[in-house]
């Protein structure tokens, strides 16, 4: 039986002190919570469910009621997951689903104060980490980023946030994300789609700050430097867009083919955008998710990136929303399906520096509050709508 969302807030000033950190290990190069959220957004949005405004309160009552909540949530681990392009093996979604459901009993222990949440979260993760040992087929490094980067912002706040999870439980945690993880996003030469490349660099950055692992952490950034202009066109490119790093694509006939037909470039286009707009989704959340934890260890990669960003959220969120289509964008008939993509991007660049993204904040207002994709990107109007932190 659901406690009403009363109840619930009622808890948050008796345990505003149950979320107080154990003595974490030395971090050494990583600030803790580090992973997506610090520890100003996460007290910023307690307070802002406690306060019961919108859109936190409607975002918390979405997250509180969906199945990922649910407390007979059962893990279902595997040692291999094998997952085929263009199918959807049930090992594959399970543990996505398995990562978002300890993500979501993480962030509501953090609400609430409610050690029980904690402890599902805790019970989730270590049954992953008990039995998993690799992830095969076609799509093991697009599946390993999406769930490894979930399991990284659940284990991140749990550790740094709750004093019940067992220090050698926490370590074979950290050694599944490591060798069945980080392993699949150790290939640099990328001729499939941006947003593959993007959610593992996601993933990786991720992972390294829960690992403390510099050398990790220092290789995404790199990654990351290089990916994010060979996906998103500036004019200041030149007449045809920076060609992927380590890849083949770098004619104008081939570039052209990567971009799916599009002979057209304007600030802020992706090489997905004639695809679908999802794919497109997929890449500017991981963006913003790699800059987002970046920042949170003093590293900006919003900076150089600013720019592209910007165009590219203006751009895809004005046809999103019902903008005329150009004849000269994809034929004039774009897939329109953008998903919960937007609030991270659009809290660093309106909230934390001004920037004015009128397109993108009236997307994003209608498309509150933004829930889940089921695949990586999960209650972002909860944790970062008007949530810069520090």
């Not at 149950?18 to 600030?31: E, I, L, N, Q, V």
């Not at 805790?122 to 490894?148: F, P």
């Not at 996906?231 to 083949?248: A, E, M, W």
Request: charged fraction near 20%.
């Amino acid at each position: 039986m659901r406690r009403p969302l009363a109840f619930a807030l009622a808890v948050v000033a008796l345990f505003a002190t149950a979320a107080a950190p154990p003595p974490p290990p030395d971090p050494g190069y990583f600030a803790h919570p580090g992973v997506l959220l610090n520890r100003a957004q996460l007290d910023g949005m307690r307070a802002h469910v406690h306060d019961g405004a919108e859109p936190w309160r409607s975002a918390y009552r979405q997250l509180r009621d969906s199945r990922y909540a649910a407390p007979d949530h059962r893990p279902h681990p595997i040692a291999v997951v094998a997952c085929k392009p263009y199918t959807k093996p049930p090992a594959c979604t399970a543990e996505r689903e398995d990562a978002i459901a300890a993500y979501t009993q993480a962030l509501l222990w953090y609400v609430t104060g409610e050690r029980a949440h904690a402890e599902r979260a805790v019970r989730i993760m270590d049954a992953w980490s008990k039995v998993l040992r690799d992830h095969t087929e076609g799509n093991s490094a697009l599946q390993a980023a999406w769930a490894g980067s979930t399991w990284a912002r659940a284990a991140e706040i749990v550790r740094y946030t709750y004093d019940g999870w067992p220090k050698a439980r926490v370590e074979r945690f950290g050694n599944m994300l490591r060798h069945a993880y980080l392993g699949e996003y150790a290939e640099e030469v990328a001729d499939y789609n941006g947003n593959w490349d993007l959610a593992m660099i996601d993933a990786s950055i991720q992972i390294a700050v829960f690992l403390d692992d510099r050398q990790v952490f220092d290789r995404a950034v790199r990654r990351f430097k290089m990916r994010v202009p060979a996906y998103f066109y500036l004019r200041s490119d030149g007449p045809l867009p920076v060609p992927p790093p380590g890849g083949k694509a770098d004619t104008p006939e081939e570039i052209r083919e990567f971009w799916f037909g599009q002979k057209v470039y304007v600030d802020g286009l992706g090489q997905e955008s004639c695809r679908n707009f999802m794919h497109v989704g997929y890449a500017l959340a991981a963006t913003a998710h790699i800059a987002e934890t970046a920042h949170h260890q003093g590293v900006d990669l919003y900076g150089p990136v600013r720019q592209r960003l910007r165009a590219a959220l203006e751009l895809h969120a004005g046809y999103q929303a019902g903008g005329a289509v150009p004849k000269w964008l994809c034929g004039g008939n774009p897939e329109l399906t953008m998903g919960p993509d937007l609030e991270v991007a659009l809290n660093h660049l309106q909230g934390r520096l001004g920037l004015p993204m009128p397109r993108t904040s009236r997307l994003a207002q209608a498309m509150r509050p933004a829930g889940t994709d089921d695949l990586f990107v999960a209650w972002e109007t909860l944790t970062h709508a008007a949530n810069p932190g520090t």
